[in-house]
């Protein structure tokens, strides 16, 4: 069945930017590993037979020089996706995404445009310790003038690229490894899902409902969706109804849909692999409370990795990582059922 | 300054044991990961980097350290590891995430730090060069002995580190040596299609400071070129840099297929094998005998049979003891 053809993330993306690149000759990749290798983590595979070396470039270790260059090839009418092949490394080059990518425009009082799209993997759970492992949202988040967006599936993997390549703006497109769909890194088969061949966008800035429900609303993001999706399904046996929401976009942020949610069910849990403090989880807690306070039967609950950095051992990471187990035990306590020892 | 008979016999067992530890590391970290290769299954989980071709380099210079000396190490760092002296038995357990190894299962591979010798590591790219410089700005101000390497790849070289770190190195005269690992490939690209100029110690000249290429990775010889740009920074000249033309002969990390290599490169590559060939010249010198280097063999694979004997044998670390160790 040719429609229904199922694809992964990383297809999803390599997908969604070859069609944006046979229909607009300003857009080209450029990164580490992106050209012959595809990308570590799959995303680029195919360009560079189809596009040639001119449009697919392989770059040096050079994050400062080759981001920066980025952001001066897209105020020049290009349109750039570049590859940060882990979050992680973003040390070596932030003052040229978020002091020159992310300010450019406001600073030319908006006549200046930076379309470019920064890809970069994020998360952890397979023993690749500290460096390589965060998710780092809410430091992008945080920092104003550019768009985050990170797909929890492969339909949403495509929409959100052709959006972001669409955008006028710098969008910072945060792919999480587990749900890539690169069998070395374990699959999340959920995040495997249907994906139109044609082209469409999945507007930025609108959050999905994963999953209808009555008694408590888990809000999250990438893999946490699957977390959460998960520990819905538990509850579900154990008569607790949970919604799930999928924030898909940081920046912006639909309010509204987890308010609306909020004011549903009354009961908000925040999963986030992104460290607990100053981050996501904060932010979602403080867009309900702000406005909600009457609709809250209990307070929230956020399920975020601790204020730790990610350890390599597996026993400790699998320690410090939200799952499924942890948002259901304290969905459990949020509703005023028993938890199980 | 030629190697004395005890030097090469520390040079080639050292680079034995750094063989056969990554041959047992191999092994392990495959139990686990098939038919299905998951990198996070097995007792080994996670990235895994290793140094095969690359032993001369580490003892060609570790040759010429001491305990008290400062090494800052990359992301491929077992090498540099054993022969800057790090424990082994601690670096095995590390690798496996034991809760005896040198950091309780918090760093991992790509992350070993031995306070014993004054090794450290980072997996981000060049990041040892600016703490290398920095232990040998401490030197210098606290008129202490010892000098400072770092160890980078030829990938590396073309960082905003390496550039801004070297050129403090060189107005300061700090008593700093940096060792550029030249194996051709950075992941899948090659030194080539990334690096402007042929020889990174040619960029020496943009800094005042010497620039020394070695061809051939030949232990004797890194450990000559080494030894002077050690005993300059000693004598307080200032930091040298070397690049060392070396061969990677696995994949860039375990795994890696390496579709991007030309047909044949690898073939080339292990004819030139640096243990066998240091075995051979060796022989060929007159000095050693094989049983001399029989007995240095096995030796090497006693050592490495015992740190993994201990690291299998160890309790993982308690999960919650993640939380501790963030503050001092
Ligand atoms: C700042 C940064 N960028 C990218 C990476 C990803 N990465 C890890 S190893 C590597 C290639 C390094 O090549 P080289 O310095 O030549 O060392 P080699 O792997 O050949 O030993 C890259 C790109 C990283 N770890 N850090």
Sequence with gaps: MENERKLTIARAMAEATAQEM??????????????????????????????????????????????????????????????????????????????????????????????????????GGYSDAGQHS?????????????????????????????????????????????????????????????????????????????????????????????????????????????????LRSLVPLDRETVRASVAKTGRLIVVDEDYHSYGVSGEIIATVTESNMADLKAPPRRIAYPDVPIPFARVMEQHCLPNADKIAAAARDLCGAPVPA | MQPAKGTLAWMYEKMVTSRRFENAIEKIYMEGKSPVFNMADGPIPGEMHLSDGQEPVAVGVCAHLEAGDVVTATHRPHHQAIAKGVDLKKMAAEIFGKATGLSGGRGGHMHIFDAEVNFACSGIIAQGMGPAAGAALSRQIQGKPGVAVSFIGEGAANQGAFHEALNLAAVWK????????????????????????????????????????????????????????????????????????????????????????????????????????????????GSFTDAELDALETGAQAAVDEAIRFARGSADPKPEDALTAVFA
């Design chain 1, 22 to 123: 046979r229909d607009d000759p300003s857009v080209f990749v450029m990164g580490e590993d992106i050209a012959e290798l595809g990308g570590v983590f799959g995303n680029t595979r195919g360009l560079l037979e189809e596009f040639g070396k001119e449009r697919v470039r392989d770059t040096p270790i050079s994050e400062t020089g080759f981001i920066g260059a980025a952001v001066g090839a897209a105020q020049d009418g290009m349109k750039p996706v570049v590859e940060l092949m882990f979050v992680d490394f973003f040390g070596v080059c932030f003052d040229a995404i978020y002091n020159l990518m992310a300010k450019n425009t406001y600073f030319s009082g908006g006549n200046v445009n930076v379309p470019m799209v920064l890809m970069t993997s994020t998360g």
């Design chain 1, 134 to 246: 965060q998710c780092l949202y809410g430091s992008f988040a945080h920092l104003p003038g550019m768009k985050v967006v990170s797909p929890s599936n492969a339909y949403d993997a495509k929409g959100l690229m052709t959006a972001a390549i669409r955008d006028p703006n710098p969008v910072i497109y945060m792919y999480h490894k587990g749900l890539q769909g690169m069998g070395w890194l374990g699959t999340e088969a959920g995040a495997i899902t249907h994906v139109p061949e044609e082209s469409y966008e999945v507007e930025i800035g609108k959050a999905a409902i994963a999953r209808e429900g009555r008694d408590v609303t888990i809000v999250s993001i990438a893999q946490g969706v699957h977390h959460g999706l998960k520990a819905a399904d538990a509850l579900a046996q154990q008569g607790i109804s949970a919604e799930v929401v999928d």
């Design chain 2, 174 to 285: 700090l008593p700093m040596v940096v060792v550029v690992e030249d194996n051709a490939w950075g992941i899948s690209v090659s030194k080539e299609a990334s690096t402007a100029i042929k020889r990174n110690s040619d960029r020496a000249a943009a800094y005042g400071i010497p620039g020394h290429y070695i061809p051939g990775n030949d232990p004797r010889k890194i450990y000559e070129v080494a030894g002077e740009a050690i005993a300059r920074a000693r004598r307080g000249e200032g930091p040298t840099l070397i690049e060392v033309e070396t061969y990677r002969l696995a994949g860039h990390f375990m795994g890696d297929a390496e579709g991007y290599r030309p047909d044949g490169e690898k073939d080339g590559l292990f004819a030139k094998d640096p243990i066998p060939v240091m075995r051979a010249r060796l022989l060929a010198g």
